[in-house]
Every structure is written in C-alpha cells, then in structure tokens.
C-alpha cells in the first residue's frame, strides 16, 4: 500500500487543505472519477479526483492514457503555460491513471460533509 499527501480544495470556502494519507490505495482510478471521501478520512464528503503528480514533480494529464511518464509536445494546458503565441514545448508528464509511483493526489469537494474539513484533519 502507498502513502499520498492529499490536497483537497473546497469551492465553497475557497480553502485548501493538505494532508498525508497512509494505508490507502487509490491504483487504477483516473482524473475525473468521484470518490468517498471516507477513504482518506473526510466521512461525509464526496470528492473528485482532479489531478496529481508523482515524486518527481510531473503531473497528471486527462488527455494522456495509462501511468508511465510519457514525452509528448504540448501547446499549453497540464505541464506547461506558454508565453508567446505559437510556442510549444516538449515536456514530460504522467497518464490519468494513477499508478504506484504517483505520491499527491488533488480532490475538489463535490458534496461537503456535516463536519468542517479543519476539525477532521487535525
């Protein structure tokens, strides 16, 4: 089993929380997918996973399938911002798949739970 460190964002209070989660295994969901917030310590909460990274720091992609880093040559979007109309880059990200090598995983609150977020994490 791996350990993530969690950041779940609440658009209701336009707050972030992080925290570290262990003995959970999240492998084989991908970027979109709604999960109970029960799994991570949140009871009440429904989450969705919208993004991650791995250890190296690449992130999570929706449009690139599977878990391995993939090459790929982007015009804007996850990885990359460009400057100047018209610039691309080659950059380095991870599929929508989470996999044994992703260590933080990004959650909105879809449905918020009775108890503030603060009080559970602590």
Known sequence: MAGYI???GDPETGLTHQFEVEDVDFRGRRLG???DGD????PGYTLKLTGGSDAA???MRADVEGTQPTKLLSA???GFRPT???ER???TVR???IGAETSQLNFAVVESGDTPIDELIE
């Open 6 to 8: 969690c950041v779940v």
């Open 33 to 35: 997918e709604e999960l």
């Open 39 to 42: 799994s991570i310590g949140l």
């Open 57 to 59: 720091g690449r992130p």
């Open 76 to 78: 804007g979007g996850t």
């Open 84 to 86: 100047k109309d018209g």
């Open 89 to 91: 880059k080659r950059i």
């Open 95 to 97: 599929g929508n798949q």
